[in-house]
């Protein structure tokens, strides 16, 4: 009987073992999909693996965010330099009791806030696409304003953002109509 028991042991461990693969994997492919979201509205994975790092660990120095992202430290310093330049990350200097050089410790802004800082470029290329008929037609180049709005609101205020799609239909319908 004993040999029973551990048998069920032995198949227990290693049910729990390919559970525990499965969720890694599960995870690992969550975060690469995040990434590869944060690299689209940052331009690149290397800036989208910052950004991660930076709301993981705020207060990081450039070195740390190297250390931590398995990234080279001149790649570093070099990208958070464009996110301070775009204010997606802010800085300041660390405080130390002993003498010398303090280093910069970056934040990077909350998700929201860089998601809103994208709308803008996004709800412009929607209504250029939606404006492209009157565009060729009349051969202007004005403002791109149009049928589609984006709002983008905090999580934690319970609404949600999105184009709204009566906006863009009522607006069509209109233009069908002139």
Request: glycine share 10%; hydrophobic share 30%.
């Amino acid at each position: 009987m004993p040999q029973d028991s551990e048998t069920d042991d032995g198949e227990i461990s290693s049910a729990r073992e390919r559970i525990e693969e499965g969720a890694d994997k599960a995870i690992g492919e969550f975060d690469q999909g995040v990434v590869d979201l944060l690299a689209w509205l940052l331009d690149t994975e290397t800036r989208a693996r910052i950004y991660v790092y930076l709301r993981q660990h705020p207060g990081s120095t450039s070195e740390e965010v190297a250390e931590g992202t398995g990234l080279y430290p001149s790649t570093v310093r070099e990208a958070l330099a464009e996110l301070h330049e775009e204010e997606t990350v802010s800085r300041g200097k660390r405080e130390s009791e002993g003498a010398g050089n303090n280093p910069y410790e970056y934040e990077a802004i909350s998700p929201s806030e860089l998601v809103s800082g994208a709308v803008g470029q996004v709800q412009s290329q929607l209504n250029a696409v939606f404006n492209l008929d009157e565009r060729l037609d009349r051969g202007e180049t004005g403002d791109d304003d149009g049928p589609v709005t984006i709002s983008v609101s905090d999580a934690d205020d319970g609404t949600t953002g999105g184009v709204s799609d009566a906006d863009a239909s009522d607006s069509a319908d209109a233009a069908e109509s002139e």
